[in-house]
């Protein structure tokens, strides 16, 4: 069983930045692609950027441009950069594990919270 615990989020600012981290249990990571998904009050969960095991990064439209995904696969660490924060950017941040495609994999987290207000 794979445990996923993210951290870092809070309350920001438009135009202000976060950066988000997820800590991966066990020493798999590295086999993995791994995502940054999100979920919004009222809506479904999204993906919003993948990365492959050889860190080759795809991010969802919505994102692009602003929010960066990286890897260190000897930390089991996976982190989202995310700069000029819009209010629509406000969710639950999850990480996971996943298909090529971006499908997760593994029981969530907890997820952290991102809250872009003024």
């Known amino acids: 069983q794979v445990q996923l615990v993210e951290s870092g989020g809070g309350l920001v600012q438009p135009g202000g930045s976060l950066r988000l981290s997820c800590a991966v249990s066990?020493?798999?990571?590295?086999?993995?692609?791994a995502g940054w998904y999100r979920q919004a009050p009222g809506k479904e969960r999204e993906l919003v950027a993948r990365?492959?095991?050889?860190?080759?990064?795809n991010y969802a439209d919505s994102v692009k441009g602003r929010f960066t995904i990286s890897r260190d696969n000897a930390k089991n660490m996976v982190y989202l950069e995310m700069n000029s924060l819009k209010p629509e950017d406000t969710a639950v941040y999850y990480c996971n594990l996943a298909t090529s495609g971006g499908t997760a994999l593994w029981p969530w987290g907890q997820g952290t919270q991102v809250t872009v207000s003024s």
């Open positions: 066990g020493s798999i990571l590295s086999i993995y692609v």
């Open positions: 990365i492959t095991g050889s860190a080759i990064p």
